[in-house]
């Protein structure tokens, strides 16, 4: 079946660790690709979004994404976290791009970032 | 910025009643927008899509009898989770794409529904 796959559930990091959220999906064709972040008690927001051209997107928060066509796949990036980056996380693809608007979201990954 | 406010925020009800939850784009139109329900500790699971002046489209295994949607205006959806039950309990999240403000999508803040 067509879905939006996160491996990782829940990562624990320290403070000034890197970071990486793994992301793949299996709609063929044309998709744009989406990072969302939910702090708790808050609406999501966008983070990064790649609908074409340069596959190494730059978003808010020091955050980037790479889009790697041949493995379907658009994995988050952060070299060094911090403490306030603990959220939910959300990848999310918009299948079949410009044909719909709906938006397919991944499982989602808790991150915990400790002092 | 343009947002999307969703209403009520949180609701209880009693199992067997009917609950509307609205969601209001506030300073741009949505001829379109979509219906989540989020599951602790899970994903956005896509429930329908509103369309403005017709019937919306609902996702594989959504019974559309027990959440109807309505999206009489260019502004406003609507979801009514009808004689609801305790599974019914959940987190209903809408969205909208904004048009002609980079296509971003925005996220309402979402309904806590509980059914006792």
């Known amino acids: 079946a067509q879905s939006v796959s996160q491996h990782n559930h829940h990562v624990i990091l320290s403070e000034a660790a890197s970071l990486e959220l793994g992301c793949n999906y299996s709609?063929?064709?044309?998709?744009?690709l989406f990072w969302y972040v939910q702090y708790p008690g808050q609406h999501l927001q966008l983070l990064l979004k790649y609908f074409s051209g340069d596959p190494l997107v730059k978003g808010i928060k020091g955050f980037e994404a790479e889009f790697i066509k041949s493995k379907f796949s658009f994995n988050l990036r952060k070299p060094s976290v911090q403490w306030s980056d603990t959220a939910e996380y959300f990848c999310?693809?918009?299948?079949?791009?410009?044909?719909?608007?709906?938006?397919?979201f991944g499982t989602g990954t808790r991150l915990q970032v400790f002092p | 910025g343009a947002v999307v406010s969703q209403h009520p925020s949180r609701v209880i009800c009693k199992s067997g009643t009917s609950v509307k939850i609205e969601c209001r784009s506030l300073d741009f139109q949505a001829t379109t927008m979509f219906w989540y329900r989020q599951f602790p500790k899970q994903s956005l699971m896509l429930m329908a899509t509103s369309n403005e002046g017709s019937k919306a489209t609902y996702e594989q295994g959504v019974e559309k009898d027990k959440f109807l949607i309505n999206h009489a205006s260019l502004t406003l959806s609507t979801l009514t989770v009808t004689s609801a039950h305790p599974e019914d309990s959940s987190f209903y999240i809408c969205?909208?794409?904004?048009?002609?403000?980079?296509?971003?999508?925005?996220f309402g803040s979402g309904t806590r529904l509980t059914v006792v």
């Open positions: 999310a693809v918009r299948p079949g791009a410009y044909n719909t608007d709906k938006l397919i």
């Open positions: 709609y063929g064709g044309t998709v744009n």
């Open positions: 969205s909208a794409r904004i048009l002609g403000q980079g296509g971003d999508w925005t």
